[in-house]
């Protein structure tokens, strides 16, 4: 028969003190919600802006070119970046890579085809994959092939939607617009070829028409003047757009910086930022109230501390003892931790329907990664009270 | 299970205490079922050689040993089956839960290793005369009640030794006579040893070992 912990739970003394005991319960509430809280805020801001994330992989990518002015214009050379120009941009310790935005030597015009009644000439740029903010798998291409995937500047495809009433053509969603096949013509050196582009991606980061580099270098070869092609933009990788060093080459050079950029990527760290403090804050509340929690348990075990010794003199094991003095405050922890993950979840409902009225990045259920906090909340706050019980009972023993 | 005591003497004891006593410093063996008697007057470590045999108190020179199993070396852990197992003690001092009823005093023993039903402690409790008491709380009681209370509490677990600390000091002859008679029932029922510390001889023990502490 197994040995009942009731008749044992009476000779603790835990009503003693509630005002200390009610403080560490509602501390640990408040400390686990602000973790909860800030954890799931710091996931939604990561969906939010995931699509519109200018950073990647921790840098800004920001463009540059050379200021156009009354005594350069007209001077190409002057205008666009030489070879020692983009090497002396590389050997900059505060860059960490340079890619030129490279532009057709021929003649391209965009058609609608039978779609719309849509025609206009049109340039196409490249730049390297790794510069490209949203890239996707599609975005290849090989020789021989007609379908060339675009990269379309959001910002272009925002203008076309301002104009397309005033001349008679409809509006188009992104959606729609990827689906649309679009005839690409290229022309020069006698040779006219009509290709079929497809808009595969839109990219925020850059201003232009992307497509792939290898179809650019073929076709400017194919129906280029054959001189080597310059680009007047550049792409630069940095860690910090706002780096002194960075600015101050900028301006010695004449060169013009589009840093507005990265206003996004900058926001979006200040956020996480914010919600990161709030979480270790959090964090503290936390280990706080489990600390004021432990006076109390240390109370409850001293003010018993008679009847606990009695009963190891009896023939209780301290083991036994301690696990089931333990056990008492289990259910405590866990109503605290789902307690703070129902208040979590409200606020996530409340975010998400109030504040971001549904939008589809957000999902109203909590995040796993919250929940999974709770669950090691939990699971943590059991084990360092059955640790600190059973030391508190060996001292006892010992005493 | 057998009870050996080597060259034990108390480490706040003087050396000359081994040449009087017959406990102190020598070696002694005792074997399941002996009914031993060992009379202390005040002030010659009576107290202190039962909290040594129950894994109390370490302060000792010597050994103690139940089989071959050394109590100086027993952790609480270790020591807990012993005593709830093997070894039962009625302190001089009593030491109940002042603030439980004598049932659930007796309730918190029992329920450890059960050597006896609920009924049976009951029909123990009325035998000593304390049958109207179980629901009393054990603060309320008497001593003389008390010292009841903790006499059947060391019975309600099986023992092959039991440590008795005057235990009947706050009783009079005839509750006296009635607690040695179901101490000893007790006992031959466990084939246990009795180990009865007191200040003087006490007649109705029938003891087969005599010891002068």
Redesign the interface.
Known sequence: ?A??FK??Q??LQTGTNAASRWFSYIGLGVGVLLLLCSIQMFINIQQLLKEGSIRKNGFDYISITKSVTNETMGQPEKNLFSQAELDELKAQPFIEDVSPLLPNDFRVKLSAGSVLAFSTDMFLETLDNDFIDTLPPSFTWQEGQYNIPIILSSDFFEIYNVFAPGQGLPQISRETAMGIPVQIICEGNGLTETFTGKIVAFSDRVNSVLVPKNFLLWSNKTFGKGANVQASRVFVKTKDANNTELLKFVDQKNYKLNKDKTLLGRNKMVIQGIFSGLGIFGLLVVLLALMLFSFYLQLVIARSKD?LQ???????????LSRNVARIFVPVYIVVVIAALAFTQLMQWSFHHFVMYDREELSTPLHWVTLLTAVVLIVLSIITNHRLVRSLL?KL?TN | MQLTISNLLPVYFEKSHTQTSEVWGKEIVWQKGELIKIVAPSGSGKSSLINFL?G?RKDFDGAIRYDQQDVRNMN??QL??????HVSIVFQDL?L?P??TVA?NL???R????FHSPEKVLEMTERLGIGTKMNSLAKTCSYGEQQRVAIIRALL?PFDFLLLDEPFSHLDDRNSQNAMQLILEEAKARNASIVLADLERIEFFPYTRLFHL
Not at chain 1, 314 to 319: A, D, H, I, K, M
Not at chain 2, 111 to 114: A, G, K
């Open positions: 028969m040995v009942s008749p044992i009476p000779l009847s009695l009963l190891l003199t009896l023939g209780y094991s301290p083991s036994w060996n023993h | 129950y109390m609480p852990e807990a089956p012993l005593r709830k197992d030491r839960f603030h439980q659930e309730e918190i023993k329920q450890l290793n059960p677990q």
